[in-house]
Structure formats: C-alpha cells, structure tokens
C-alpha cells in the first residue's frame, strides 16, 4: 500500500512558476508521474518519470513542464514554468507499482490568472 502526499500548489500570474512535489510512502515502483483535471474536462496526463528515469510528456507542456525525481526515488517533482490559463486544474500524483496497482494523491490546485 503507497500513500502519496503533494505539496506546492497554488496561484500564480501567467508566465509564472510554480513547482510540485509528491512524496511517496515507497521507493519501488513501476513510474510516477503527474496528471490534472480542470473544470468540466476529463484527467489528463501531464508528465510521467520511470524507475530508470525515463520521462514522457503530454503535448501541450513539452519545453515549459520538467518531472524529475529525488537520488532516493520517493519523490517526484514537477517544475512548471511559463504558465498558462488553461493550465489551471486540480494536479494528481499518480504512482504505477510493480504490483500494477495505479496509486492517486489527493490532489492539488493551481490557478493560473491575471
């Protein structure tokens, strides 16, 4: 059983930064990763991190998004520059474990606006 706690969200102004972390309760999975959902729209991944540390990223994030990971694997960062409106959304961290269970934190918001 992992247990998934974020931190970092919040309000900032378009172009702004904001970082996320997620700490998990176990250093052995499968990937982490981070998904959002906004108002009226369905979840959406945003950027995943594997074990070995390879990292995905959805389309709409690529140059602006970076997931990176603590050297003792149980935390997972999200460094969100450059951002938009339309990034506003309530962020998820998500853990895949090597038992294939998917792992969801609680959830965090963050309000991009003027």
């Known amino acids: 059983q992992a247990q998934l706690l974020e931190s970092g969200g919040g309000w900032v102004q378009p172009g702004g930064s904001l970082r996320l972390s997620c700490a998990a309760s176990i250093n052995r999975f499968v990937a982490m990763g981070w998904y959002r959902q906004a108002p009226g729209k369905r979840r959406e991944l945003v950027a995943t991190i594997t074990s070995s540390g390879t990292t995905n990223y959805a389309d709409s994030v690529k140059g602006r998004f970076t997931i990176s990971r603590d050297s003792a694997m149980n935390t997972v960062y999200l460094q969100m520059d450059s951002l938009k409106p339309e990034d506003t959304a309530v962020y998820y961290c998500?853990?895949?474990?090597?038992?294939?269970?998917?792992?969801w934190g609680q959830g965090t918001q963050v309000t991009v606006s003027s």
């Open positions: 998500n853990l895949y474990s090597r038992m294939g269970t998917d792992y």
